[in-house]
C-alpha cells in the first residue's frame, strides 16, 4: 500500500478550544495543590485523537452537540488518567517532553491524580444518563488494565507471537480507539449497522497507531518523542519489529542473543535497533501498520457523506503525515512530502 501525502484540506471544525475550556472546568476544584497538579497535567494538551474520534463519529449523524462536547471530554479524562497511571507504573520521568506528573508531584499525588480524572469523567457521563455509554466505556477501562498487567507478565519475553502481541495493543491502545467511534455514534442517530462500521474503523486506527508508535520508539529522536529512544527494548516491551526480526534467519539469533543480557540492552540498543533495520523489520512493521489503515478506511464505505465522515478518513494518515519524514527512511512504499 502506498501511503501518499494528505493533500490540502479546510481546517478541522472540531472545537479544540471549547473541549480544553470544558476539561479545566471539570478539574477544577478549588483546592491549590489539587488544582496545581491539574492545571500542569492540562498544559500540554496532545493531539486530543480520541476526543476527536467521538466528535467526528457523532457529527456524522444529528446529535446534541453539549452531551457529545461533555462525552468526548470524559474519553479524553480517561485517556489522561491511564497515561498518569501508566507513568506511576513505568517510573516515566518525561511525558511530551517534560517532566511526568510522577517525575514532579511524585507517585501518591500521581496515582490519586489520576483516579479523580477517571472520577471526573464517569461523573459527567452520569450527568447524561447515558448508559449505554458508561457500559461501553467501563468495560473498555477494565480492558485497558487487564492489558497493563498482561504488559507487565509479558516483560523480556522473546517467544511472544504476533496473536498475543496483538491481543496486547488491543487491550492497551485499539480498544478505547474504538471506543471513541462507538460511543460517538451512540450518541447520535446512527443505526446499529453505522456503529458496527465506526467502532471497527476506530479498532483498525488504533491498532496502526500502537504499531507506528512502536515504530517511532525505535527509529526517532528524544526531541520527536518526547522521550528516550527504545524505552519499549530496555524496560522488556516486545514490541512488532522485533518479534518479526526474531522469525528472520540471519538475525533472529544476534537479536535473541543481545537481548537475553538484560543488564547491557540499554548499551547494545544501536546495534539491536540496527539490525531491526537492515532485517527489513521495520519497513514490515510499517506495512502492518498501513494494512490497518486501508481497512479502516473500507469500514467507512457508505457512512452518510460529508465534513466529517471525510475527517475520518484523513485521520487515517493524519499521524502517519506527522512522522512522515521519519518513517520514509524505511519504508520502501512511503512517498515522502515534497
Known sequence: ???????????????????????????????????????????????????????????IN??????????????ELIHLASLVHDDVIDSAHLRRGRESLNARFGNHASVLAGDYLFAAAFNI??????????ENITHTIQVMCSGEIMQMGQAYNLNIGLEEYYDKIYRKTACLFASSCKIGSLISQAGPEQTRQLEQFGLCLGYAYQIIDDVMDLVADSAI???????????????????????????????????????SIAASLGAIINMLIESGSIAEAIEHATDFLERGQEH?????????????KRTCMSFIDHYRPVLGRYHPLMERQA
Open 125 to 134: 457521563i452520569n450527568r447524561h444518563q447515558q448508559n449505554q455509554v458508561m
Open 225 to 263: 518523542l518526547g522521550k528516550p529512544v527504545g524505552n519499549d527494548i530496555t524496560q522488556g516491551n516486545i514490541t512488532l519489529p522485533v518479534i518479526l526480526a526474531l522469525q528472520k534467519e540471519g538475525c533472529a539469533e544476534r537479536i535473541k542473543a543481545l537481548l537475553e543480557r538484560r543488564s
Open 1 to 59: 500500500m502506498v501511503i501518499k501525502p494528505s493533500t490540502a484540506v479546510k481546517a478541522d471544525p472540531f472545537p479544540a478550544e471549547l473541549i480544553q475550556n470544558r476539561l479545566r472546568q471539570l478539574t477544577r476544584t478549588g483546592n491549590p495543590k489539587v488544582d496545581r497538579i491539574m492545571a500542569y497535567l492540562l498544559e500540554e494538551s496532545g493531539k486530543m485523537l480520541r476526543p476527536r474520534l467521538v466528535y467526528h463519529a457523532a457529527a
Open 62 to 75: 444529528p446529535h446534541d452537540p453539549i452531551v457529545v462536547r461533555d462525552i468526548a471530554v470524559a474519553v
Open 300 to 312: 467507512l464505505a457508505g457512512l452518510p457523506e460529508g465534513e466529517n465522515l471525510e475527517i475520518l
